[in-house]
């Protein structure tokens, strides 16, 4: 029996008339990497928000290592280790590259009012220091995060979501708007993040050059419904992903 | 790719972690400030007296004020206006506590400082359900209505006749001038001021900010934002209860009249012209407008125009703040 970290059972979510997504299944399994893809408007981002707690589904549940979060509030997902980053970039735009880190690393700085006011224990604050290190955002440690360039952003909210210490990572499309090159690396250090830390990562991408290439499994949305699942070989050659989105990207590749 | 990742980690695993660079913000240009402000402080009773002493405890009033201030507008990003509610209950407070039961002013002080706080949590858990304009409009309405409380409640405020406020004491020590109070009130506002480098500087401080930026990234770092705000809110409350309790020490009279929008509005303009989010620029706004409306007193005909132009001058050449201004100034002058 396989080993689900995360496991969505009949998902429906309904906005007023329209269900964006209907009864959905997804299991996660521990340590790998889960692709979630389907064309614009097939209900990935709305999935993945219920997910990450931030909107409430209309039935279903979601178990997160057998436990059911359906009811969960969004802040305390981190503390039961998730983290999340998000499709438009959400940085705290106006503080430093380090402080958006440092408030990844928020649940692991103490609950209590003494730890609320005192200084940061210096083992968090290695460990956002070591992130910046991985993500090559170190040299701009005391840069606003606004006036990073893109690909920057986008790393840094990957760092971010990194300092919770996440046991499942989701990922809302971190390759969109990548260059090839930092498709490339980016390619790298979530393999390498599943490889040798055992973080299991959900990701929502259009970006075909990286979710076959690095996800153990993919599941197919199409106007809320899942079509297919299975390996990265498997869907490509599936004919009703290839009919419902795949079709000309495939084709053409 | 695997050897790039291996690449990457090794250089991660090779390289000392760089604790050093991390508290790197407590710069020497801060210290040296604080340190300036510290010994302004301390020498400043030696070389005035009499009425500059009175402006000099007026104007650590407003700084008290700006920076509860600056951490609810500054830190957290709420625009709440009743911050002269919570003056006023501080000053009522205090003064009560003082009037009836004779109690010693440190103690006043602090109750001063938590019946606005509980209030402002009360008040916060209601508000902070609401953003932006309908924020500014809730609050606003409820430092109307507690003014009105001020002005009617004659029993215990003294309703529109004012509040004899009975000298502070201590033991057998009785604060009755404005110099006996300066070291009370230049020791509260410096304790004020430490408290808000802390608070800015911990994970509250942080968390303030980070709901500020992006409330759903926030929650996302699992930040309980609501909880949040009103933290922020209650604090800011507690730092106008005390900088009421303070006015309270030097001052033997009090009228509603000057516990309403008036006051609020005064404040968020020291705080929004010193440089909104920057404490430095919550005191330096403070003492600067503070200066300013005490010296156009002076000419009581034209202080609300000229303070309005001057306003206007200051948002136009110093939109990011008075403080941001010197600092972009000194440091051109510095690199020449």
Redesign the interface.
């Known amino acids: 029996m396989a080993d689900y970290l995360l496991q969505v059972e009949d998902l429906t979510v309904k906005f007023g008339g329209l269900t964006a997504v209907n009864r959905f299944n997804i299991a996660v399994q521990r340590g790998t990497i889960h692709a979630l893809i389907g064309p614009n408007g097939a209900g990935k981002s709305t999935t993945f928000n219920c997910i ?1 707690r ?1 909107y409430q589904p209309t039935t279903g549940r979601i178990l997160l290592d057998g436990v059911d979060v359906t009811n969960m ?7 039961l280790g998730v ?2 980053t ?1 499709q438009n970039l ?6 430093t590259v ?2 958006n880190v ?3 690393a ?2 692991h ?2 609950k209590t009012w003494g ?6 224990p ?1 083992s968090v ?2 460990h ?3 992130l910046l ?2 993500t ?1 955002l ?1 040299a701009y ?2 840069a606003c995060a606004r006036n990073l360039d893109f690909g920057h952003q986008k790393l840094l909210e990957l760092a ?2 990194l300092a ?1 210490r996440p046991r499942l990572l989701l990922l809302d499309e971190p390759a969109a708007g990548l260059r090839n090159r930092e498709i ?2 980016l ?3 979530l ?2 993040l599943c490889n ?1 830390e055992g973080i299991t990562i959900l990701l929502v991408e259009h970006v075909m050059q990286l979710v076959m ?1 690095i996800s153990h499994k993919v599941t197919v949305l199409n106007f809320g419904t899942k079509i297919a699942e299975g390996t990265p070989e498997e869907v490509r050659n599936d004919s009703s992903v290839i009919e419902a989105y795949l079709g000309q990207e495939m084709i053409n590749a | 790719m695997s050897d790039k990742a291996a690449a990457m980690l090794s250089r991660s695993e090779a390289s000392p972690p760089a604790r050093w660079t991390a508290r790197s913000n407590v710069s020497p240009a801060r210290i040296g400030l604080l340190a300036l402000t510290t010994a302004v402080l301390i020498f400043l009773p030696f070389v005035v007296t009499g009425y500059v002493l009175y402006i000099a405890n007026l104007l650590l009033v407003f700084v008290v004020l700006c920076l509860g201030l600056h951490l609810v507008i500054g830190e957290t990003g709420q625009f709440a206006l009743a911050h002269a509610a919570f003056y006023g209950i501080g000053i009522y407070t205090s003064g009560l506590a003082g009037n009836a039961f004779g109690w010693p002013f440190p103690m006043s002080m602090l109750l001063a400082g938590l019946i606005a706080g509980a209030v402002g949590v009360v008040i916060g858990a209601v508000a902070l359900c609401m953003r932006d304009i309908y924020l500014a409009l809730a609050t606003f309405a409820f430092g109307e209505a507690l003014q009105w409380v001020f002005l009617n409640w004659d029993k215990v405020t003294g309703g529109p006749n004012g509040l004899r406020i009975s000298p502070a004491r201590l033991g057998t020590l009785e604060i009755l001038s404005d110099k006996q109070a300066y070291p009370v009130v230049a020791i509260t506002t410096l304790l004020m001021l430490l408290l808000t480098i802390l608070i800015s500087r911990s994970r509250l401080g942080r968390s303030f900010r980070a709901v500020r930026e992006s409330e759903v990234a926030a929650m996302a770092m699992g930040i309980p934002v609501r909880r949040a705000k009103v933290t922020a809110f209650g604090l800011s409350a507690f730092y106008a209860g005390v900088a009421g309790s303070m006015f309270a020490t030097f001052s033997t009279y009090i009228h509603p009249d000057s516990l309403g929008f008036q006051t609020t509005i005064l404040v968020l303009t020291m705080v929004v012209v010193g440089g909104l989010g920057s404490i430095a620029g919550a005191v330096g706004g403070a003492v600067v407008f503070g200066l300013i409306s005490e010296f156009l007193r002076q000419t009581p005909s034209y202080q609300e125009i000229i303070y309005g132009l001057i306003l206007i001058v200051f948002m136009m050449y110093a939109p990011r703040g008075l403080f941001a201004f010197i600092h972009d100034k000194a440091g051109r002058v510095f690199r020449g």
Do not use: K, Q, Y
């Open positions: 990450s931030f509030p969004a802040s305390r997902m981190a503390g983290a999340r998000f959400e940085l705290f735009g106006e503080l380090f402080e440092m408030i990844g928020h649940v700085a103490g730890d609320a006011l005192s200084a940061c210096a604050v290695d956002v220091e070591r290190e991985r090559g170190s440690r005391n971010r979501a919770i490339a690396a390619d790298a250090l393999t390498d040798r290439a």
